[in-house]
């Protein structure tokens, strides 16, 4: 009896063997879900145990814990102990919980430093303090609410006290004397001692009187008024240095009562028993430089 099969009819997996092909698939499929499950479980142990080493790392290997990780260089005159102390260290210390650019700032106030820079090294741990010594260029005093204070002045302008100043080697004896130093004018006072090898080497006192004024004594030119410390100051002392090199003899040979700069375009010189001279008024008075030269 013939058999007739039902149209419409899918075979199913029971019905006969599959396709070597569909077989690879599925093994394939195992193989790399079994892959990647493995992948997974060394992925997860190597974190675990990366993460203990630098727990470890942080806790024990890290840690500042004698004086002798802490190094200090470029100065002559402040040493490890200072450093320490200015810096309020304690150890065992961990050196991740240090931060660079507060210790910069603590060192900065405390140490008789124009520069510091901090630096934290990992193999082996220890803290890097890189100094460089500030240097004395003027004698300075300054009014407090104590009453009037001395001190000195590096060639930033800043305040250097006597105590900050002990054992600080300057290039040679301090002629130049601050007047009136204050803060506010510390900006100023940077861009004038910059300016003195061109004002030349008889710069005596820079004075800044209470309302503001600049004042420069000489000892060819006597006193200078530069007027007000504003964005003319550049030019102002570019007049003085001009003046200095090219006064003429005559007047250079008298003692001058005042060169008022206050307008550097329009100099005045006083001579004792004479009105003030301005530029053109004869042939004893120096023009200031034009055009930048």
């Known amino acids: 009896m013939r058999t007739v099969s039902q149209p419409g009819r899918r075979p199913t997996s029971g019905d006969g063997p599959q396709p070597l092909g569909a077989q690879r698939r599925k093994e394939l499929r195992r193989e790399r879900r079994a892959d990647q499950l493995r992948q997974l479980w060394r992925l997860t142990l190597f974190s675990a145990t990366a993460a203990g080493l630098g727990l470890l790392l ?22 490890r102990a200072q450093v320490i102390e200015a810096a309020g260290l304690h150890f065992p210390q961990p050196l991740l919980g240090l931060h660079p650019n507060q210790l910069r700032r603590r060192l900065e106030e405390a140490l008789p430093v124009e520069q510091v820079k901090v ?73 004038v001692l910059a300016a003195s090898p061109r004002i030349g080497p008889g710069l005596q006192e820079i004075r800044f009187d209470p309302n503001g004024s600049l004042w420069l004594r000489t000892a060819e030119l006597g006193n200078l008024r530069l007027g007000p410390v504003d964005s003319r100051l550049g030019k102002r002392l570019e007049v003085v240095a001009h003046l200095s090199a090219t006064l003429p003899a005559q007047i250079r040979g008298r003692r001058l009562q005042l060169i008022d700069l206050s307008d550097p375009e329009q100099p005045e010189l006083s001579l004792p028993g004479a009105a003030s001279l301005a530029p053109g008024d004869g042939p004893s008075t120096a023009r200031p430089p034009q055009g930048g030269q």
Do not use: F
């Open 58 to 79: 942080l806790r024990q290997g890290w840690t500042l814990r004698e004086p002798a990780q802490v190094e200090v260089q470029g100065s002559a005159l402040v040493n």
């Open 119 to 191: 630096s934290r090294l990992m193999l082996p741990p220890r803290l890097r303090v890189e100094l460089v010594d500030r240097e004395a260029v003027a004698r300075a005093e300054r009014r407090t609410s104590q009453g009037l204070q001395q001190g000195y002045v590096d060639r930033k302008g800043q305040w250097i006290s006597l105590r900050q100043n002990q054992g600080i080697h300057t290039r040679g004896p301090l002629t130049i004397r601050v007047v009136g130093w204050n803060e506010r004018h510390r900006q100023a006072l940077e861009t």
